[in-house]
């Protein structure tokens, strides 16, 4: 069945740097989008979300950025910290949530 | 920070003994989930709530059972739990409508020796 998925399981990333994780979808159907945060031991915790009708979405140190055409969906970190590691997970809305596999994000000091 | 709960946090029991996960919230949310992951890998749906005296089972077939009889409460059980059982459960709940936000619970981890 149509799935959502990260295109890496892990990111490496040095503190203050900007990190990208990336997210492709396949279902075109899809009109709402999250990504949550879950750290070791913890629940996933909501970053931030898009509709379809919105291609930018800024939050604090937080973008993230919808493309339609291709089906991508992208989070941008800025100045990464070391609190920012954990795991990064994208979901889309088709009704119900569907969840992509995730990326783990470390951050060295 | 979301105001959902999950009892235990982690469990370690049997073969073949009944165990119940508890999760509540406090903000008033119509719809509940359940869900199962494994460490470091997606979550999967195995049930899910829109309301009291409505459950529906979720993407992923599993063996527990759950019941909604309080809107502020939705718990999971497992009759008789084995070693395939082992995993982390996740527990979340969302306003309904259009704003399908979810919020999650601290989780379970489960232990079936």
């Known amino acids: 069945g149509e799935s959502v998925g990260l295109h890496l399981p892990t990111l490496s990333v040095q503190e203050g740097d900007n990190s990208i994780i990336n997210c492709a979808y396949s279902?075109?159907?899809?009109?709402?989008f999250i990504w949550y945060k879950q750290e070791s031991g913890k629940g996933p915790q909501f970053i931030i979300d898009?509709?379809?009708?919105?291609d930018k979405r800024q939050g604090q140190r937080v973008t993230v950025l919808l493309n339609k055409t291709v089906k991508h969906l992208s989070l941008q970190i800025a100045a990464t910290q070391p609190g920012d590691s954990a795991v990064y997970f994208c979901a889309e809305t088709r009704p119900k949530l569907v969840f992509g596999k995730g990326t783990k994000l470390t951050v060295n000091p | 920070e979301a105001d959902i709960y999950q009892t235990p946090r982690y469990l370690v029991i049997g073969t073949g003994k009944k165990i119940t996960l508890e999760c509540s919230q406090t903000m008033g949310h119509d719809k509940m989930y359940w869900y199962q992951q494994d460490p470091g890998m997606e979550l999967h749906l195995i049930h899910y709530s829109y309301g009291v005296n409505s459950t529906e089972k979720g993407d992923l077939s599993s063996e527990s059972t759950v019941s909604r009889i309080r809107t502020e409460h939705f718990p999971l059980t497992l009759e008789s739990a084995r070693p395939s059982h082992t995993s982390q459960y996740l527990c979340?709940?969302?306003?309904?409508?259009?704003?399908?936000?979810?919020?999650f619970g601290p989780g379970t981890r489960l232990l079936v020796l």
């Open positions: 898009i509709r379809s009708n919105m």
């Open positions: 979340a709940s969302s306003v309904g409508g259009a704003e399908e936000t979810q919020y």
């Open positions: 279902n075109s159907a899809s009109d709402y």
